[in-house]
């Protein structure tokens, strides 16, 4: 098949594609536009750090972009081309990633990452293992910040009043501004910036400030996610901000604080809190957690004893908590502690264990709590010698007169505002609401809006808002300080995509500053830290490549309490708020996907389920069941009640909740209700973020608005709120249908001490379930074999068939461990981000087609199930299964493909589509795959996933539209993907490969080295060096993947674990991937104590005839009189 | 069968005396009809013009029919995704329609088949009918799982062709197993229905040829290969249709079987079932014959058929009916015993969940149709009143349509794990799917009713009293 | 009817057989040819941008396939070289010839030449050049001896099939490493009497056990 | 035309009369004759001295095949040519491969059942002499024929002629070739 060959011009080529980004086009390197931006962006000049090599590398990649688009040509395949650099890039091999750090500033700290690059095209980011704190693990939001890189709907372009401006005009517009103000020192100059821990930006508003010396700096931020320095001023009279060192805690008390997930430096926190709760061995310590809360976080999902409690009385819970502690101050605090009945045994028991551990314990409030809390929860750390132990504090870094929004605001009211510079944030959105933002702002002449959208600021009176176009964290140079202070660079991974500009750039300009490279005013500002006499090129060269700033830390500082000051910061006592349905108690929180809003366009975050409500795509009013009756709020269960009732109702298998108006003050909001087991009765939880109207197609229409109900004096809580039926409904696309385990033996609990215990029988999980009475799959022969022996001969114990040896260099499986596992969420974005899976949209997952491999299943249970499922038929309504909990235990799963020896799916797939290989790995051949989907009606997990539409082709909202649907991939999202992992197309099933693209490429990286090495004989991995997507980001470590071959693996040592079991273990499928029981680790002193997790309990009662009078004769399990239960 | 031969040796003098009417068995062809009647009778259907009634019936068929060629060219071009399916229902009504009609089209086959092997002669005059039957019904069937695929395209896979991917099946697979019995079963069905159509085709041959209308009689005469009636092809046509009788039999029980094994040999509580295969067969020839009745009784009372499909049949097929639902019923009942006998958890919950669950009504139709329904077969009066058969026979249609919907459903939407436990609702694509293949069905039986005689000429007439060499002529003038 | 059907119709069914099967093979033979790995792209061999010999670079300037191809050995890709390569002898060699027009405009203004794709595999399918050329597979086992072409061609399958061939015997076509490099050298088990034996030697020595099921090369 | 006729062809009333006639045609020892009947009639066979038909030897024959095709295939494909472990069943079991090769058994039994029948009756024969015989109409309706070849070598118009009538055979024609 000879054709001529004609040079087909690329510009040429390309111009018949659809959207494209001139960064993806190797023609563009040659443009003159592209050069001049090169040119601004990296000057010529210090070419020997490996930063800039980088960049010089960036330009060059710029023109590799991949391979040409498809030719016209070939009867049978296009024609395609390949496009080599035109000059070699120093350390760049094409198809091997190169890896650089950065960090993803959030708030007040940041989070140290790594960044895969493809090419100079960043794919992937995982947590910086330099940065001890963290130990390689990275947030949810960090994992998804990579698709807000390659967001197709971001803004494009600087405008003014709507219309495009070029760079020129934007320094232009900055140098004027500049200009202007210096004759006045800036009067009627305002800033509203985000807050942020970067020391340059620091350093540049300093100089700001002393240029523009009447000018007004103020930052805003909708949530808090910190202790407020106010309260250590008070308590210790000093400006000091806690460090948590939750590893050395053996008892905590959580105070409304989500500390595993919501507040500043929770990976920090979830890694030592896992530390202190991990246990591998009999007479390992275990932590304790006590946790007061009036919503349910994923911290009181972990909790031992969870009090619910009104956010607003937790003033008095903390009093209270003090008295008992502390020494003198019960006449005082009792004066606060009225109102608020809070059951004494409990608080007292709760403090003699503290004081049992002084030094080891710890107390924290929730960042959103008044300062009061925190100034008493200050005093109890001292009290039990947590401070220097489990806490340090450290001096706050705080801007000096830094001014807040609300005088801000008052400041424009008074028409003292010329000209206002919106540094990121969005306030017209997220403003309390009595300020009215949106059109506070119009009556400012000028306003420069710095931002990554267009959203609701910069739709707001255009005429006079220039919108400057803000740069990714992944595309601009910077610097932040994690949440105990150390420096982390923020590096770019490729150009601006659009010719953003970074804030750094502006202050910059703005301080009339002659040097506005971001490079060097980080280079600047990091060399000045590392003190006299640092040599800037090799400070950088390491920072850089460290990805963090040794020792740059603030040292703790010693305080001492001071009750005075507390007595002085209560002021006179306010009898806390008596609850009911007429007085209700809301908590505005930041949303656990997209925080404040700022996440809302992140496809990745939206379908993320919220790992306790499982409702992706929207937010919902949260009520307690007891409210919920109160409300009438009922839904129709089944004929008979054969499961325990739905949370919610659902109709057709989608929730239909219904709409409420809820009432502020004078403000309201409709939004869907929620029931949410475990919330305090009359507290009613409105997570934000949600309701945008100004931003991409993904954030627009989903949930609702609650800012809007929130003012100035109740940014966190407000009381005197209602709800009120309207008789609309909403459907909610909620991803886990039913809520209770069933008493069946999924997830496996006992408590850490006393009877039934860990204690007394470390291999407790053997006594659950139906294999605990019946013959051993795996025959007498396999039970004296060894673990390695089993991974590879397969035993066939009593089965009629004999099976295949895996004869595999390495046997590869996977161990979870639930106890530590906090249900973050940040393994299921981080595989999404991994394998290219697709998002579905809304109106998908409504239907249960979310693409997910990894999910996080999340049970209540409360020990009152029917032993009977046909109990109504006697029992009626007096049935248990007819309620749902008040007081719930929470037991989180991480599911996915676990990789069954004797799969059922491979047993049914009549084209050979999903076998076994040799390693034991459960492989997925897409291209031979015809969709049947037999195998997922067989897979007893659920874990596989099909592609009913073309998700990666199509629009969302176009699915149903087939083939008259616009065709194809915007050029933007495909640089997203991961050149490792096939894109799946429509009508494939797919499901968790054990990351195969990771597993393979080790061991060829191995095999080479070796091979160079002159060892080719060593073919085996060493244990560590493959690590897949969900176990590197996991925060906590609960996740451990490894060759089951070599003992001395961490996965076979955790699999060694006497806790170690297989779910749904009786089928004989025998999955690779294995979980470590649960451990509850209650007081027995406390009221609340249960002698048995509820789920242990549930089980009992469904299997064990002995726990009730008259048996379960539905289904008696005989063994189970004798093994099954105790 | 027949005499010994020295009986036929002796002289027809004593044999004249014979009445074959005092035979103790019910006349299958009443009112002493002649050969020739019989022909007239049967060609009559095709030779005379079109009625208006059957234009009118065909063009709705049509009609109908076009909803399923419309369903299913959307489906292609769009995905499986326009069908109601999700996790963890990823079989739905596409695998209870395949089911559902397979099922039909066993009665077909054993009405042929099993009652020509136990020398069943009342079943000559519904045979033919019940064959076509069987293949209008295979073919429908065949639509679903050829279509429910995500990748149609590739379906070929399914089939052991050499390729440069050198990868073949997986036979352990049921579904593979499906590929091959579905196929097979179409295949002999057809085979079967065509060699019992060849002495017919001769006859319409030749009478078109005198009636002079050329061009259907090359066409008929085409198919019939130059049949010409000789007792040399006869003996050995007689042999190959025994044959073929023979293994139909057994092909029609494993054919239900292996679509069975679809769930018995999965792990779903619920389908993990021994019981499947029997209980599988049962309701297949139940509904078969459900099915059997819903369309001979029209056309019975349309073409004034009532000497050829006598009482005696109509009886004889409620009373199979009859045993067929109990058999089905007991299944039901067995089911629930394993479950609590089997003492596993899962295995109650799904059982229980299905009489209670979400989806109790569709238990309870079942349970309604195809338990309650045939036990009104025990009355005589009522198998004797044509009308209330009919409509019964229409209950037990709905009736197994449900128990596959509930099987394949309730099983998967909740199994082990209550966090992936679902609610399947049907699409509307799906439902006028279904709905458009009763058109699909009914063309091609219009079709068959219009251009193919719908009874075996030359097997009615060997039933016949006159076709009795020792006593044929005792009837002096069979009346015309 | 007789009086329709003359005599010669007896032999229609025949004939109807034999046409039949002569169609049957016909369409056996196409599908054949399309399906199997014959008909791949062997024998494809466009025209480049610029008329590069392999032939002359490897046999009369006797370059080794790494010093053009320089990440091979480390990488999954095999890499093109960039013009700036070209350069380092076609700066002084031929410095002005019009044939090198695009190499010398691509390695100032840092356009890449776009070289046509010739060997290549499905998205779906991972090939890794790496694993192979460290391993003892040579470059010829699947490009064929480029070092004797003029105009590159495709000459051996690439299907499935071709992968999976030598996927199970591996010995048969092994090579010593040291001759990887060398298109011309023989496979260890054609090198006389002990050949087998050597070969096998290298495959039990390496523990070389190439992946036969979908994850090798499927992800 | 002088040429020799294919055969002589009678006509009978009813089954009873052919089968008396054919019986004694069968005894006056002629080989190359036949009936021609618009059903099967019982008996016949014996009547006209035909042996039992070779049909099911064909079709046994043509069930082997399919049952051993469908073993084989199913070893070679999974145990020779492919091994790959499928849920850690075996590569190859008779218990997996019945359903399959018991479904071509069945096929290739009526494939051969059918073939051989054709076979057997020399089918498809669109032209045959009796054919033409202008009341052979009847002859699939309600009329029996027996009709004795030329071939035969007791074959003599005449005597021939003389049996047919004898043995009540109505309007004795000859037929053409």
Redesign the interface.
Known sequence: ?????E??A?SEREQLTGPRYWRSL??A??TPGFRAQLEREFPEGADTLDGVDRRHFM??MA??FA??GVGVAGC??P??????????VEGV????PSYYATAMPVRKWAVPLLAETHQGRPTKLEGNPTYEAHGGSASLAAQASILELYDPERATAHTKAGAPITREQVDQLLASIAQNHAATQGAGLAFLAEESSSPTRRRLVAALRAKFPRSVWAEYEPVADEAPVAAAQAAFGAAVRPIYHFAKAKRIVSIDADFLQGEAGSLAHARGFSAGRRVTKKGDPMNRLYAVESGLTLTGSMADHRLRLATSHMLSFAARLAAATMQGVLEELSKHTVGADIASPWINECANDLLAHKGQALVVAGAHLPAEVHAVVHGINAAIGAIGQTVEFVPAETTPGVSTISALATAIKGGAVKTLVVLGGNPAYNAPADLDWANLQKAVPEVVRVGYYVDETSAANTPATTQILRAHYLESWGDARTQDGTVVPVQPMILPLFGGLTDLEILARLAGDRNTDPYALVAATITGLAGAGANTEKTMARFLHDGLLARSAPRPVTVRFNFGGVKQLLGSPKPAVQLSAGNLEVRFVADHRVDDGRYANNGWLQECPDPITKISWDNAILISPRLARDLGVKHSG???Q??RAEEAE?T??KENAPVFELTVGNRKVRGPVHIQPGLANYTVIVPLGYGRTVTGNVGKGAGFNAYLARASDGLHTATGATLTATGERRLLANT?????????D?IREANFEGANSYQENPAYVNTIG?ESHAPSNIGKVGEKMTPQERATL?PRGNS?????K????HQWGMSIDLNTCIGCNACVVACQAENNIPIVGKE?VL???EMHWI?I???YSDGTIDDR??ADLFGGEKSGNRDLPEEPQISL?P?TCVHC????????????AT?????G?N????????????C???C???V???????WNQRKLDE?????LAEFGTPELVKMAKNP????R?????EKC?YC??R???GK??H??KM??EGK??D?KVPDGTIKVACEQTCPVGAITFGDILDPNSAVSKAKAREQDYAV?GY?N??PRTTYSGKLRNPNPKMPDYKALPHSRTEYDR??VPQVHGHGG??????GATKKGGH | MGHAPEHTSAAPAILAEVKPAHLPRATLVENDRSFSWITEKICGIIEGKTPTWWWVCFILACFVASFTVAGITYLVITGVGVWGHANPVNWAWDIVNFVFWIGIGHAGTLISAILCLLRQKWRTSINRAAEAMTIFAVVCAAIFPVFHVGRVWYAWYLFPIPNSNVIWQNFRSPLEWDVFAVSTYGTVSVLFWYVGLLPDLAVLRDRFFVAGNKVRSFLYGLFALGWRGSNRHWSNYEMAYIILAGISTPLVLSVHTIVSFDFAVSLLPGWHTTIFPPYFVAGAIFSGFGMVLTLMLPLRAIYGLQDLITQYHIDCMCKITLATGTIVGYAYGMEFFIAWYGANPYEGFAFINRAFGHYAWAYWIMIGCNVITPQFFWFKKIRENTSLVWILSIFVNVGMWFERFVIIVTSLARDFLPSSWGYYSPSIVEIFTFFGTFGVFSVLFLLFIRFLPVMPMAELKAVTPQADVHGGHGHAEPKH | MSKLFPKSANTLPFQIVVYLVVLAGIATAGVTYYMTPKYTRVGYAPVQPVPFSHAKHVQEVGLDCRYCHSNVDKSGHSNIPTAQTCMNCHSVVKANSPLLAPVRESAEKGTPVPWVWIHTTPDYAYFNHAAHVNRGVSCVECHGKVNEMDVVSHTKPLSMAFCIECHRDPAARLRDPKDVFNLNSPRLADQGADGAKKAAGFVHDWKVMPPQSCSGCHR | MAVQPYGLIATFKTAPDLYHAAEQVRDAGYRHWDCITPFPVHGLDKAMGLKRSIVPRISLAGGITGFITGMTMIWWTGQIDYPLIVGGKPLFSPMFAFPVSYELTILFTAFATIGGMLLLNGLPRHYHPVLKYDHIVRGMDDTFFIVIEARDPRFNVANTKALLEKIGGASVTELEP
């Open positions: 098949m000879k054709r001529k060959f040079h087909p690329p190797d023609e390197a040659a330009k060059i023109a590799s391979l040409g049978r395949r024609e395609k081309f390949i496009l080599p650099y035109g000059k070699s091999v094409p198809g091997l089944s004929m008979i054969v499961a659902f057709m298998g886990q249908e039913h809520w209770s385990m069933e008493g069946r999924i139906m397969i009629l068939y004999s099976t295949p895996f004869d595999g260099h998908q239907r249960g087609r999910r299943d999340r049970y499922a046909m799963q599911m020896e004797l799969a059922p799916c491979e047993t049914v797939c009549p084209v050979n076998v076994h290989d040799d390693e790995l492989t997925m051949a897409y291209n031979r795959c015809i969709g049947t989907r037999y997922a009606n067989n007893p997990y659920k596989r996933r099909f592609n009913f539409f073309d699915l149903y539209l087939g083939q490792e992992v096939t894109v197309m429509r009508g494939v099933m490969t195969v693209q597993v393979q490429n060829i990286q095999k080479v091979a160079r080719p004989g073919v749904l089928l499928i025998r469904k299997n004769h539905d289904h008696p399990a005989p």
